[in-house]
């Protein structure tokens, strides 16, 4: 009997960093029906970006039940249990592997979950790869107008089927509008003017670069000593996101002179919803913490002293109006978003404030792919799993997707992959725990000193 029957939806959500994790978990509460109980199982599929337990917690969803799991393992789990919703928030290759695997494990059931998939923020590189490797999900996510026009485009143009798109909108969207710095309605005691710089793993990607960030932050701290300048981690040392950090800001800052940092400038964790509450400038290359800025109406920046190009991203932000440098931020300057080019992203559709209060735009992108999911958690029976790419279509690529993950050509497990429902014992837990330090410490440390000598 389907969990739908029992008056709940019981969805599992299948995640491979913390950003997407946050992503996952948040969009199956967005997807539920209003007034609906909703069992919400996590699963983490073990590798290199696996998320801590600090990491889990900043995300500030608490599943019912949450283990990390092999992709063999998570197969095993979901064809054993009966689940409405599957959410996929995997990297590409991550979601065509699973879309395989499924498709062969649910083979010959008339009754199986819907599968889902999206997009953890903005889309500015490998549009025609991701996208493919996401085909075959019954809904694939747009987080905006603009990004579901581009995704139908993208499988329209190679003939494949692109009534899975479904518009959405960012699901971490919301939070306190922003009044003002010195607007007098502000909450009370809420402190002096605060630039937040949300600093990206990957982006700048060498030293000299975010070094220079840095240093330009400092210097805006020590030109503005009445603001509060912070910067915004997405990890500490050790730990991984989504994209691999070889150079983290806290080990740069460590090495500039002793008191280069004044007293108003200060590195911060945690949740960004949180920290966009007392911001008053939002400052950053290309994160998708910008549209959570503009969605909340707060003066947001994107930085163009590294140059406006597609390996920064902040391409992305063209026509924004967005678009500025550390320069013309020393000397004041408060950029003016434009109104159509938000709009088409999904953010501050109808104003922050209408959407705290229900109205606005933003209170119903879900209900499309609400509905969607109810008629199809309904329905008697739903077709297989059909991705776009197979052994017929990319005979020299799919196997190679499918065997990182332990699965054969027909999706099927290779033989000698993890056993499902098996505890890993208390050497092979230290082995596991010994190996991912040995590997980021080769990401973190070994592997920039190996490229800086191949560069000499």
């Known amino acids: 009997m389907p969990a739908s029957a029992t008056n709940s939806l019981r969805v599992a959500v299948l995640a491979d960093s913390d950003t997407r994790w946050k992503w996952g978990a948040l969009t199956a509460n967005r997807l539920a029906p209003e007034q609906s109980d909703i069992r919400l199982d996590g699963f983490l599929l073990r ?56 498709r062969r494990a649910w083979d010959g059931r008339t009754e199986r979950p819907v599968v889902v998939t999206g997009y953890v923020g903005v889309v500015y590189e490998k549009l025609a790869d991701g996208l493919l490797l996401r085909h075959g999900a019954d809904l694939v996510l747009a987080n905006s107008r603009q990004d579901a026009d581009r995704f139908r485009a993208v499988y329209e143009g190679v003939g494949a089927d ?134 909340r109406r707060i003066p947001t920046v994107v930085l163009t002293d590294l140059g406006i190009r597609e390996t920064l991203g902040n391409h992305h932000f063209v026509g924004s109006g967005c678009l500025a440098s550390w320069d013309q931020l020393d000397d004041g300057y408060e950029p003016v978003p434009d109104p159509e080019w938000v709009a088409r992203q999904g953010v501050a559709a109808g104003g922050a404030s209408r959407t705290e209060s229900g109205g606005g735009s933003y209170a119903t992108a879900f209900d499309a792919a609400r509905a969607r999911i109810a008629k199809l958690v309904a329905a008697a029976e739903l077709p297989p799993l059909t991705p776009y790419y197979t052994p017929v279509t990319a005979p020299g690529y799919l196997p190679g997707i499918l065997a990182r993950h332990h699965l054969g050509p027909d999706g099927e497990p290779l033989p000698g992959a993890p056993a499902a429902d098996r505890q890993a014992g208390p050497v092979r837990q230290i082995v596991r ?15 920039p000193v190996i490229r800086r000598m191949g560069e000499l």
């Open 162 to 295: 692109a009534s899975s798109v479904t518009e959405v909108a960012l699901p971490f969207l919301g939070g306190r509008p922003y009044a003002g710095a010195e607007d007098p309605s502000a909450e009370q005691g809420r402190g002096p003017y605060t630039v937040v710089f949300a600093a990206q793993p990957s982006v700048p990607d060498n030293r000299r670069d975010r070094t220079y960030l840095l240093n330009r932050l400092i210097g805006h701290a020590k030109l503005h000593p009445d603001r509060q300048v912070l910067l915004k981690l997405r990890s500490k040392p050790g730990e991984h996101t989504t994209h691999i950090e070889e150079l983290p800001y806290q080990k740069l800052l460590q090495r500039l002179p002793g008191g280069a940092a004044p007293a108003n400038f200060r590195l911060v964790y945690g949740n960004m919803g949180e920290v966009l509450d007392t911001t008053d400038l939002l400052v950053t290359i290309s994160s998708t913490a910008a549209l959570e800025s503009l969605h």
């Open 433 to 447: 725990r010994a190996a991912r330090g040995a590997y980021r410490h080769g990401v973190q440390r070994v592997a």
């Open 47 to 102: 590798g290199r970006a696996t998320p801590t337990a600090r990491q889990l917690e900043e995300v500030g969803v608490r599943p019912d039940s949450l283990r990390e799991v092999t992709a063999v393992e998570f197969l095993r789990a979901v064809t054993r249990d009966a689940y409405d919703v599957v959410v996929l928030a995997l990297v590409g290759g991550g979601v065509q592997a699973m879309l395989h695997g499924l």
